[in-house]
T-cell receptor, first 112, second 117 residues
Framework: RKEVEQDPGPFNVPEGATVAFNCTYSNSASQSFFWYRQDCRKEPKLLMS???SGNEDGRFTAQLNRASQYISLLIRDSKLSDSATYLC?????????????FGSGTQLTVLP | NAGVMQNPRHLVRRRGQEARLRCSPM?????VYWYRQLPEEGLKFMVYLQKENIIDESGMPKERFSAEFPKEGPSILRIQQVVRGDSAAYFC???????????????FGSGTQLSVL
């Protein structure tokens, strides 16, 4: 089983739609979680951190379910500019250092 | 405050040659991570370095690949005797700390696209 798994998609949704992605992780000791966005093979850019209590940033809502070991990203009122690959990142301890593991990404295309 | 700088952006090598990829972290960052992204795949961790130290190289192939982050100058990812399968985008990221700091963010460079002919 992969350490971090994401549905690769692609998700094709019309403008204005609500879309949700899930990401599961296998290491129950994982500590921190992020969502990154990657456009057309460019560098990943931080979208938002994921907190246990859930957090919202405009049209984006991230949630963490530690019991089931998954994180989610909800995008409301999708825009064309939201088209990208969304990567979940899980941070766990590796000895005294931390290890960041990326999911393979979920591709989103928002259609006009 | 410049971001993470990687060069070259594109690198073409013939099979058997050496490839050197450079990464200068953001100002104030002393922790560097290298990731490889093969076509149509996700980012795969390769190595994590601090100044003059390799902290975690569990993702790096044992042969032909090496990495360093000297006291002065950029971090270097070196691939000897490149093969076609090494063709990929190589991303470098940096962070201010590397200890187990919750929500310490990674900032990525624009990547080096390596093409092996």
């Amino acid at each position: 089983r992969k350490e971090v798994e994401q549905d690769p998609g692609p998700f094709n949704v019309p403008e204005g739609a609500t879309v949700a992605f899930n990401c599961t992780y296998s290491n129950s000791a994982s500590q921190s979680f992020f969502w990154y966005r990657q456009d057309c093979r460019k560098e990943p850019k931080l979208l938002m951190s994921v907190y246990s209590s859930g957090n919202e940033d405009g049209r984006f809502t991230a949630q963490l379910n530690r019991a089931s070991q998954y994180i989610s990203l909800l995008i409301r009122d999708s825009k064309l500019s939201d088209s990208a690959t969304y990567l979940c990142v899980v941070i766990s301890r590796s000895g005294s250092a931390r290890q960041l593991t990326f999911g393979s990404g979920t591709q989103l295309t928002v259609l006009p | 405050n410049a971001g993470v700088m990687q060069n070259p952006r594109h690198l073409v090598r013939r099979r058997g040659q050496e490839a050197r990829l450079r990464c200068s972290p953001m100002k104030g960052h002393s922790h560097v991570y290298w990731y490889r992204q093969l076509p149509e795949e996700g980012l795969k961790f390769m190595v994590y370095l601090q100044k003059e130290n390799i902290i975690d190289e569990s993702g790096m192939p044992k042969e032909r690949f090496s990495a360093e982050f000297p006291k002065e100058g950029p971090s270097i990812l070196r691939i000897q005797q490149v093969v076609r399968g090494d063709s990929a985008a190589y991303f470098c990221a940096s962070s201010r700390t590397g200890g187990f700091v919750t929500n310490e963010k990674l900032f990525f460079g624009s990547g080096t696209q390596l093409s092996v002919l």
